[in-house]
């Protein structure tokens, strides 16, 4: 079994209508619509103060995932959209990133989260630490920074603050009669089975594998391809009737990407930031991709990309749920926003 995570919301499930969260295709596809939408919709906009809301976007939680999502949408404001827009400038978008704790990326050692924050600072991003969402509403974020409640009115959250292990891990240990930890995730042997069913192989995002190590593996790429290729040999030499090895994870390094030239890479012994943390983040994702020809396309593409700071995607899809998260709440709209709403809706 190795059906993943999704996001997690701390037991406020409902914050998801509000607030995306990226963990597969459309969840990209939906992000991307709210982002663009939400230039558009401020470039037809003529009271000053929702533009501004509008432009302002809110990214929660400073894991890789945050703070890549800060980072890509600081470059897409102030370069991917600079002239094409009239009435607006989008560089004048702000971002604001929440981290819960008193530093970003704080799963790295040293200080790689103190340079990854002063690369965020750099890109505009605006970060925000020992902020602890306790509010997602349509138009607005509320936490509590410092020990104080603070209200961020925007119209755009972005979720990258937490994820838990798909629902069929709970079920799946139900079953097996074990106990999974607060993310749902299912402890497992060395072997990577379920203890008491050595039939049931568990890996990836899903399994809490913690043997010769002070915390269990953590849910990315890596770790899940390696313990699959080790499932598959374990499988070959049962039928083999051959002894298998335990799982043993190959710590090849960790890396968050913030934006062009700028990432943080830890490599065995070395700690890394900046055009050099990037390009080895740009090496090793060129390494995973299988075959040849698909790596050769997809440097070109990059390449490509670099030099013309081009980011050929502008698709809005799902239009009307991006138009409808934009919209005001009814209780806020003044008496002229009302009347435009109902001929809208005439129309």
């Given at each position: 079994?190795?059906?993943?995570s999704s996001h997690h919301y701390f037991g406020n499930d409902q914050w998801e209508t509000h607030a995306p969260g990226l963990k597969t295709i459309e969840d990209a596809t939906e992000i991307r619509s709210r982002v663009l939408m939400a230039f558009e919709?401020?470039?037809?906009?003529?009271?000053?103060?929702?533009?501004?809301?509008?432009?302002?976007?809110?990214?929660?939680?400073?894991?890789?995932?945050?703070?890549?999502?800060?980072?890509?949408?600081?470059?897409?404001?102030?370069?991917?959209?600079?002239?094409?827009?009239?009435?607006?400038?989008?560089?004048?978008?702000?971002?604001?990133?929440?981290?819960?704790?008193?530093?970003?990326?704080?799963?790295?050692?040293?200080?790689?989260?103190?340079?990854?924050?002063?690369?965020?600072?750099?890109?505009?991003?605006?970060?925000?630490?020992?902020?602890?969402?306790?509010?997602?509403?349509?138009?607005?974020?509320?936490?509590?920074?410092?020990?104080?409640?603070?209200?961020?009115?925007?119209?755009?959250?972005?979720?990258?603050?937490?994820?838990?292990?798909?629902?069929?891990?709970?079920?799946?240990?139900?079953?097996?009669?074990?106990?999974?930890?607060?993310?749902?995730?299912?402890?497992?042997?060395?072997?990577?089975?379920?203890?008491?069913?050595?039939?049931?192989?568990?890996?990836?995002?899903?399994?809490?594998?913690?043997?010769?190590?002070?915390?269990?593996?953590?849910?990315?790429?890596?770790?899940?391809?390696?313990?699959?290729?080790?499932?598959?040999?374990?499988?070959?030499?049962?039928?083999?009737?051959?002894?298998?090895?335990?799982?043993?994870?190959?710590?090849?390094?960790?890396?968050?990407?913030?934006?062009?030239?700028?990432?943080?890479?830890?490599?065995?012994?070395?700690?890394?930031?900046?055009?050099?943390?990037?390009?080895?983040?740009?090496?090793?994702?060129?390494?995973?991709?299988?075959?040849?020809?698909n790596r050769l396309l997809v440097f070109i593409q990059w390449a490509w990309n670099y030099l013309t700071w081009n980011r050929s995607a502008r698709l809005i899809t799902n239009s009307r749920r991006a138009t409808a998260a934009l919209a005001p709440p009814?209780?806020?709209?003044?008496?002229?926003?009302?009347?435009?709403?109902?001929?809208?809706?005439?129309?």
């Amino acid at each position: 079994m190795a059906t993943g995570s999704s996001h997690h919301y701390f037991g406020n499930d409902q914050w998801e209508t509000h607030a995306p969260g990226l963990k597969t295709i459309e969840d990209a596809t939906e992000i991307r619509s709210r982002v663009l939408m939400a230039f558009e919709q401020a470039e037809k906009e003529t009271d000053p103060v929702r533009v501004r809301q509008l432009l302002r976007f809110v990214v929660v939680g400073g894991g890789p995932s945050g703070v890549e999502l800060a980072g890509t949408l600081a470059e897409i404001a102030q370069d991917t959209l600079k002239h094409e827009f009239r009435s607006i400038d989008p560089a004048d978008a702000e971002i604001v990133l929440l981290e819960g704790g008193n530093r970003v990326l704080p799963s790295y050692p040293g200080q790689l989260p103190r340079r990854a924050e002063a690369q965020l600072e750099d890109l505009g991003v605006s970060v925000r630490t020992n902020a602890m969402v306790t509010d997602v509403q349509k138009n607005r974020v509320v936490a509590r920074v410092d020990g104080k409640a603070e209200k961020i009115d925007t119209y755009t959250v972005l979720w990258g603050a937490g994820v838990k292990a798909s629902p069929i891990g709970e079920l799946l240990a139900q079953k097996a009669g074990v106990q999974s930890d607060s993310m749902g995730r299912i402890p497992v042997g060395p072997d990577l089975t379920v203890p008491g069913h050595p039939e049931v192989f568990v890996i990836g995002d899903v399994a809490r594998f913690e043997h010769g190590s002070e915390e269990p593996l953590p849910g990315v790429a890596p770790v899940a391809i390696q313990q699959g290729k080790h499932c598959a040999k374990t499988i070959r030499n049962r039928i083999q009737g051959r002894e298998s090895a335990s799982f043993r994870y190959r710590d090849l390094g960790t890396m968050a990407t913030i934006g062009r030239h700028r990432a943080v890479a830890v490599v065995g012994p070395w700690r890394l930031s900046g055009y050099l943390a990037w390009l080895m983040w740009l090496t090793i994702h060129l390494m995973y991709i299988v075959e040849f020809q698909n790596r050769l396309l997809v440097f070109i593409q990059w390449a490509w990309n670099y030099l013309t700071w081009n980011r050929s995607a502008r698709l809005i899809t799902n239009s009307r749920r991006a138009t409808a998260a934009l919209a005001p709440p009814r209780n806020d709209c003044t008496e002229r926003e009302s009347e435009q709403l109902r001929k809208s809706q005439k129309l």
